[in-house]
């Protein structure tokens, strides 16, 4: 038995992490990276120590954001510290632990999440609840050459839209955007080549149906920064 967050972390949570723990234990961790302002997706502002979402951003997702930070937002939200709580950072990659009540979703629990129709008892291949490729009006990805407008509805572009649009098309479960916006890191790591990498699933607003289907699972870099 386990839950899953209805929607994506987004810049207004990371921003009351890193406002929560200060700016030593900010710039210890790497909790904040430059990108989350002057990268083009990034929606946050630092301003004399302070963080705060940009105007208009504050429901995106937030992006830039490594592995070993997710699970340290984890240890916060559990014990109020980064250092302990749901993961031992004492061995890498971090183990979670018993009795860890917020945690990043295995491989496994993220598919059911996202794929697993308990009323039929059956999988479907996308996380809309259709085994059919899902229309732009649908979720957040590259269908063709063409992005989804919703994305393209800012100006200038934002590329991501907020974490709870498309809560029409949810999971069976009623998570919303398991496919598309931007890529989810699993709790699993593998080696791919021998190539310590991390686990991520669901695709991005630039990448095609293909990261959405069940069948996918992409490696990213260990502890790299995705989007």
């Keep these: 038995v386990y839950e899953m967050a209805r929607c994506a972390l987004t810049n207004a949570e990371w921003c009351d992490l890193l406002n929560a723990v200060g700016e030593a234990v900010v710039l210890r961790h790497t ?20 963080y705060m979402p940009k105007t208009g ?13 997710l699970l340290r937002y984890c240890n916060w939200l559990q014990s109020g510290e980064t250092e302990h709580g749901a993961y031992d950072f004492s061995t890498m990659p971090p183990q979670r632990l018993s009795g860890a009540r917020y945690f990043l979703p295995t491989d496994d629990e993220w598919y059911k999440a996202a794929y697993y129709d308990p009323q039929g008892n059956r999988y479907y291949r996308y996380p809309t609840q259709s085994d059919e490729i899902p229309s732009q009006g649908q979720a957040n990805f590259e269908r063709g050459d063409v992005f989804a407008p919703l994305a ?39 080696c791919p080549g ?8 669901g695709g991005s607003f630039g990448y095609t149906e293909t990261g959405l289907a069940a069948t996918n699972t992409d490696a990213g870099k260990y502890d790299g920064r995705c989007y």
């Design 31 to 50: 909790l904040y990276h430059k990108d989350m302002t002057s990268g083009i997706l990034g929606g946050i502002d630092h301003v004399d120590g302070a």
């Design 57 to 69: 951003w504050g429901k995106k997702p937030v992006v830039y954001v490594n592995y070993t930070s």
């Design 152 to 190: 393209l509805a800012d100006v200038p572009p934002t590329y991501l839209v907020d974490v709870d649009a498309y809560a029409e098309t949810p999971s069976p479960w009623g998570v919303v955007q398991m496919g598309g916006n931007c890529w989810e890191y699993l709790e699993d790591t593998w």
């Design 194 to 201: 021998g190539i310590l990498s991390n686990k991520l699933r």
